[in-house]
């Protein structure tokens, strides 16, 4: 039997062996889902994560040999750098004058959003939980507040519809939505510790991180439109291949760090660097014969994006909805997730965007839901967790049950509103 430098015949899960087999397996099985989905009618990012779940879950049906690929730390940073492409891919797709033009629906759409959801999110805490306190029920509120960019991004992708005014409304409120839930999530977190220690909340880094957030999308525009004809003038006068890409990259990871820093997501900042690099800062390479950067980005993100979307999956594990509390908590906050971002057509002000169409495209939840309920699992109070196993089972499966009934969803309204030439109510 031939075997890989660093993989013996009983370590096929570990060693540069085991990072090379989950890879083989997540794209196989990524790009064979989205095949099917798209002979389907649907969006390619439906039969990603569905076959995730699949492959993640082969143990319970006896099937032990992919177990690994589940938990494989290798495949979650290339998932993790595949979610900052598509965000970059997405910002390069979209008109930044034409999303000015939609902030303030956006503004209102994300904060109505969240509210809803944060509120809706803490009334069936309140009833499920009784017993479990006031900051776990708040804690709920705050898991499943926030919409996902990366996720609605994909979708409006896929369905070919990321120029329509609704994604415009759509992505720039899941821009503020996030922001709004991670700080959020840092103000609560801070009085849980505090509560768990007996001290007071440390308000001062809290402010730190709550003016870096309202800071960021202003400086990084204001940074962007100084930084990004610099740099690519200097690319443009060396010698050396790819510098293009090079370049973009380096824009997309930098922008993506400072987000980081001031405590955001970085696909927040990925996003803000492919919105301020335009087209005419890389006019000059296409015109000597080079791609475009939207071109060089379009294989890069064709192979990193589908593990995102795959090991979102496989992390999923069916095994603990065989507890009925699990399966009456996940049930009751999926709805109460998706009703909350019904809300967000209420602030949409311009005509001829669907307000339908706009809480439907905010329905997904995905990263900033499952670093909530992760940071919860670990934030003891009284001797145990502030999310529960139970909780985390239910987000988890909030962030599955929601990606997977937009993209139908969506498509229905998208296309119910073309036919009929008028906004939907």
Known sequence: MLLLPGCSSNQAGSGMGGVLLALLVALVAAKLGGELFVRLGQPAVLGELILGIVVGNLSLAGVHALEFVRHDPSLEILAQIGIIL???????????????????????????????????????AALLLPGSGIYRQVFVGVVIASSSIGIAGRIF??????????????????????????????????IVIGAGTGEPAGWLSIGAVVVGAIAFPVGAVLLGSRLVPAVMRV????????????????????????AHVVGLAPIIGA??????????HWRGFVERGEHSVKELMSPLVGFLAPIFFFATGARVDLSVFGDSQVWTLAIALAVAAILGKQFCGLGVFQRGVSKLSVGIGMIPRGEVVLIAAALGSKLIIEGKPIVSSTVYSAAVFVVVITTIITPPLLKWSLSRRRQTGAAQP
Not at 271 to 280: C, H, I, N, P, R
């Open 235 to 258: 690319a443009a006068h060396m010698k050396a291949s790819d510098l293009l890409l090079t370049a973009s990259l380096g824009l997309c990871f930098g922008f993506s760090y400072l």
């Open 157 to 190: 992708l896929d369905l070919g519809r990321l120029q329509t005014p609704e994604a415009r409304v759509v992505l720039g409120a899941a821009v503020i939505d996030d922001m709004i839930g991670l700080i959020g999530l840092t103000i609560v977190t801070a």
């Open 86 to 124: 598509l965000l970059f891919q997405v910002g390069l797709e979209s008109d930044f004058r034409k999303m000015r033009q939609v902030g303030l629906s956006s503004l209102a759409a994300a904060v109505l959003g969240v509210l809803a959801s944060f509120a809706l999110g803490w009334a069936v």
């Open 271 to 280: 996003f803000a660097a492919g919105l301020v690099l335009e087209e005419v």
